[in-house]
């Protein structure tokens, strides 16, 4: 069971970036995939999660910028960062949350290296 | 900012017992989780739920829930819990929520 996540760098601001998280070992279509970020020396932030039916949800801080998608031929899940910030620096990283319809419970239990996304002039 | 909020710090002498906390009202609709951050490692889920230890964790790690408070405890603080450590949630409209992180240093 894998996540690695890649498509990070420096980018200007005001550019955009595609995030990838490739995974192996369980399905993305049939779980809940989430994208989590942390800025350098800062606290983890929730940022966009889709859920196995499709449905799709993002932090009110990034809304209207980002996009999570997946591509289930690849087994791959993305997420599109557009207008790129300062404050959008930090490492991105992608986890496999589990549902929590049923237990009432929700977590994430499997979770990537994370990539870096830079944005600097 | 977070509606999760941790101490940013505690301490706890090795051996002995250390209770970390969260604190906010989605926390009386839904359990909390907690990750355990190393520096320049990804974080790992170290309790879910009522008390839900995964594979692997370490059995001096436990969880309590009441009210709008969940709390981690590790009873027998070794050098190697020294971490952050990350509360998490989600509200009534799907969205997620971490703490603030609490840095726990083991003397």
């Known amino acids: 069971v894998q996540l690695v996540e890649s498509g990070g760098g420096l980018v200007q601001p005001g550019g955009s970036l595609r995030l990838s998280c490739v995974v192996s070992g369980f399905t993305v279509n049939t779980n809940y995939m989430t994208w989590v970020r942390q800025a350098p020396g800062k606290g983890l932030e929730w940022v966009s999660v889709i859920y196995s039916g499709g449905s799709t949800y993002y932090a009110e801080s990034v809304k209207g910028r980002l996009t999570i998608s997946r591509d289930n031929s690849k087994n791959t899940v993305y997420l599109q960062i557009n207008s790129l910030r300062a404050e959008d620096t930090g490492v991105y990283y992608c986890a496999r949350e589990a549902d929590g319809g049923a237990s009432g419970y929700w977590y994430f239990d499997l979770w990537g290296r994370g990539t870096l996304v830079t944005v600097s002039s | 900012s977070s509606e999760l909020t941790q101490d940013p710090a505690v301490s706890v002498a090795l051996g002995q017992t250390v209770r970390i906390t969260c604190q906010g009202d989605?926390?009386?609709?839904?359990?909390a989780s907690w990750y355990q951050q190393k520096p320049g490692q990804a974080p790992v889920l170290v309790m879910y739920?009522?008390?839900n230890r995964p594979a692997g964790i370490p059995d001096r790690f436990s969880g309590s829930n009441s009210g709008n408070t969940a709390s981690l405890t590790i009873t027998g603080a070794q050098a190697e819990d020294e971490a952050d450590y990350y509360c998490?949630?989600?509200?009534?409209?799907?969205?997620?929520?971490f703490g603030g992180g609490t840095k726990l240093t083991v003397l």
């Open positions: 739920g009522k008390n």
């Open positions: 998490n949630s989600r509200d009534n409209y799907a969205h997620r929520d």
């Open positions: 989605s926390l009386r609709n839904y359990f």
